[in-house]
């Protein structure tokens, strides 16, 4: 059920309450414990304290799915000494991306993003990570797994993370939700091109309202990868006794990942700014022709008018209209006058 975050007003700081929609029916926790040697997995259904105790010289990952379970939360916090404002913001969903640093531990919240290309909307799940020397918590609101790569690369001991602490475990998950950045950049280009396509094939209102809303997704992109970024520059220049030296060295290079998306994403902001101005000198130039030819065809009409207006009136002795053949003479004129005027306006181009 959605509570919205306007239901934490009035309550103290620390107030562990959840505030968003129980996206899982139940908290699942996945464990990992590894080392160099040995690799072990399970799956918890609940708050075991006997799973919650970590052992020397290994490294413990429970990932948990679901953060509806209040008392799960409090009771894995009180297990590992967590602080009450972590508690707080990960059972928040409507928290900014930081990074932050206590006694017991590091807390670093970011967000998942995915992006719809049918309807060019920007979905966002927060995933939070609390880390120790041996220790690493991560918390997601989906089933979706995000971290699956990293499971696999703890399975099959490839690159470092065997033989590493918490801290490059943290970096690895963070360095997987920044890749997929680029493929979820690279849909949206794709969506950009396809418009410009468009455009120059026809003008019409789906055209501006979808670079309106991938506009508005570009937006929205830019600012949580920005967030992203400043948390990683606090993570990678931290003097926490639970960051190594050598992990501080890839949470830069992350760094220059994120800010290279940062221009893609300035890019694509003027691609589609670009595309708005094209869209409106289309519609401009094609309501200049309009005009154009409703200006051709009064200018033609208006000597005609003259001439029929003269012939019009009531008086009694107009000469011309004793002629036997005066009619046939007056349309003759106008004809000529109307294809002297069309052949005027062709040979200047104007049609």
């Known amino acids: 059920m959605k509570k919205g975050k306007n239901s934490k007003v009035g309550l103290p700081p620390g107030t562990v309450t959840f505030t968003g929609d129980q996206k899982v029916e139940k908290t699942l926790i996945h464990k990992l414990r590894y080392n160099d040697q ?24 429970f990932d948990l799915v679901g953060i509806h379970d209040v008392e799960l939360i409090k009771k894995i916090g009180n297990k590992f000494d967590i602080h009450q404002l972590v508690l707080e913001r990960i059972v928040d969903p409507y928290q900014r991306s930081k990074f932050e640093e206590f006694n017991s531990g590091l807390f670093f919240l970011f967000k998942s993003i995915s992006f719809d290309k049918e309807t060019t909307n920007i979905q966002l799940e927060q995933v939070s990570i609390y880390f120790t020397e041996e220790v690493l918590l991560s918390f997601q609101e ?13 399975a099959n001991s490839y690159g470092k993370i065997r033989n590493k602490k918490a801290d490059y475990l943290a970096f690895a998950i963070l360095d997987v939700i920044v890749d997929s950045h680029f493929l979820l950049l690279e849909q949206v280009n794709t969506e950009i091109e396809l418009l410009e396509e468009r455009l120059l094939v026809e003008v019409d209102n789906s055209i501006k309202e979808k670079a309106y809303h991938l506009h508005r997704a570009i937006q929205l992109l830019r600012k949580q990868i920005i967030s992203m970024r400043e948390g990683i520059a606090i993570f ?19 760094g220059g990942q994120i800010t290279h998306q940062v221009d893609m994403l300035d890019n694509q902001r003027e691609l589609i700014s670009s595309i708005q101005e094209l869209y409106n000198s289309e519609i401009n130039y094609k309501m200049n022709q309009v005009m154009k030819i409703m200006t051709i065809i009064t200018t033609i009409f208006v000597p005609l ?21 005066g009619y046939f003479v007056l349309i003759a004129v106008m004809a000529l006058i109307a294809s002297g005027l069309v052949i005027w306006f062709k040979s200047m181009k104007w049609f």
């Open 236 to 254: 990678a220049r931290s003097d926490s006794k639970y960051i190594l030296d050598d992990t501080k060295l890839f949470l830069r290079d992350i």
């Open 38 to 61: 040995e690799l072990t997995r399970s799956k918890l259904n609940g708050f075991d304290d006997s799973e919650f105790t970590d052992i020397a010289d290994s490294v413990d990952w």
């Open 142 to 154: 989906k089933e979706t797994d995000l971290f699956v790569n990293v499971r696999g690369r703890i």
């Open 305 to 325: 008018s003259f001439l029929a207006g003269i012939y019009g009136m009531n008086f009694n002795h107009i000469p011309e209209l004793q002629y036997e053949n």
